[in-house]
């Protein structure tokens, strides 16, 4: 009854990687959420708004 549980059930294949070692199984789940994008997004959005103000100075 006090099994160990994994969550790699509910994982489809394409979305983690098993790396085996002597031990022991690393399971890593690769996921990217909105709030990441967002963030993304919005570090690059200002990144090129900063190149393009030094050029407009120009």
Same mark, same amino acid.
């Given at each position: 009854?006090?099994?160990? =549980?994994?969550? *790699?059930?509910?994982?489809?294949? +394409?979305?983690? =990687? %098993? *790396? ?5 199984? @690393? !399971? *890593? @789940?690769?996921? *990217? ?7 993304? !997004? $919005? $570090?690059?959005?200002?990144? @090129? #708004? /900063?190149? %393009?103000? +030094? #050029? /407009?100075?120009?």
């Amino acid at each position: 009854m006090n099994e160990p =549980t994994s969550n *790699i059930n509910y994982v489809e294949m +394409r979305e983690h =990687t %098993l *790396i085996e070692t002597k031990e022991g199984n @690393i !399971v *890593i @789940i690769h996921e *990217i959420t909105l709030g990441d994008v967002i963030i993304s !997004v $919005l $570090l690059a959005a200002m990144m @090129i #708004f /900063m190149v %393009l103000e +030094r #050029f /407009m100075r120009r």
